[in-house]
Antibody, heavy 123, light 106 residues
Framework: QVQLQESGPGLVKPSQTLSLTCTVS?????????WSWIRQLPGKGLEWIGY???????FYNPSLESRVSISLDTSKNQFSLKLSSVTAADAAVYYC????????????????WGQGTLVSVSS | EIVLTQSPATLSLSPGERATLSCRAS??????LAWYQQKPGQAPRLLIY???NRATGIPARFSGSGSGTDFTLTIGSLEPEDFAVYFC?????????FGGGTNVEI
């Protein structure tokens, strides 16, 4: 059973860079899935941040593209998120997630999720 | 960006009743829509993908239908554990987007 676990600072200062890591167990990050970061603003809905696609290319939400970077570390079986120049609007629960694959295809829907990590932005 | 609008915002039902949730897209997403369930303090759980396919391990009381801009998630007979928030998500166009959610409450 695939399990994902986010880690990183729970508090980031304004204008600094938010860095989170997702450690994957029970499966390989080089397995051809979509590896994604998704956030949930307090009391609100879900926002897709971006993913590393099943061919190894990153894709980002245009609203965040100038500030975001997602990378894979196959040696550690992890993938990471960096979001620069954070403001209070970036405070949220951040989830890492793996895309869903049926017996025939892989999709940009998310079946396996981490538990989420709350990130606050404050000086 | 495709906007997904879910209705109603809150659905008040009793166990055993049928729940019908709606998701409307601002432009056609074909069949490229999924549904998730989220309980307090938990990550979302994938229920339905590509409009009508149940994800692995999802009970048959959950079903999805629709195409284009109008989609429905039906819970045939509500179990106590089904009271939660439900989100739709499209993968037709980047960026991937989610609806605002429907809270199914007792």
């Amino acid at each position: 059973q695939v399990q994902l676990q986010e880690s990183g600072p729970g508090l980031v200062k304004p204008s600094q860079t938010l860095s989170l890591t997702c450690t994957v167990s029970g499966g390989s990050v080089s397995g051809g899935f979509y590896w994604s970061w998704i956030r949930q603003l307090p009391g609100k809905g879900l926002e897709w941040i971006g993913y590393m696609s099943n061919n190894g290319s990153p894709f980002y939400n245009p609203s965040l593209e100038s500030r975001v970077s997602i990378s894979l570390d196959t040696s550690k079986n992890q993938f990471s998120l960096k979001l620069s120049s954070v403001t209070a609007a970036d405070a949220a629960v951040y989830y890492c997630a793996r895309g869903y694959c049926s017996s025939t295809s892989c999709y940009e829907y998310f079946q396996h999720w981490g538990q989420g990590t709350l990130v606050s932005v404050s000086s | 960006e495709i906007v997904l609008t879910q209705s109603p915002a809150t659905l008040s039902l009793s166990p055993g009743e049928r729940a019908t949730l709606s998701c409307r897209a601002s432009q056609s997403v074909s069949i490229y829509l999924a549904w998730y369930q989220q309980k307090p303090g938990q990550a979302p759980r994938l229920l339905i993908y590509e409009t009508s396919n149940r994800a692995t391990g999802i009970p048959a009381r959950f079903s999805g239908s629709g195409s284009g801009t109008d989609f429905t998630l039906t819970i045939g007979s509500l179990e106590p554990e089904d009271f939660a928030v439900y989100f739709c998500q499209q993968r037709s166009n980047w960026p991937l987007t989610f609806g605002g959610g429907t809270n199914v409450e007792i």
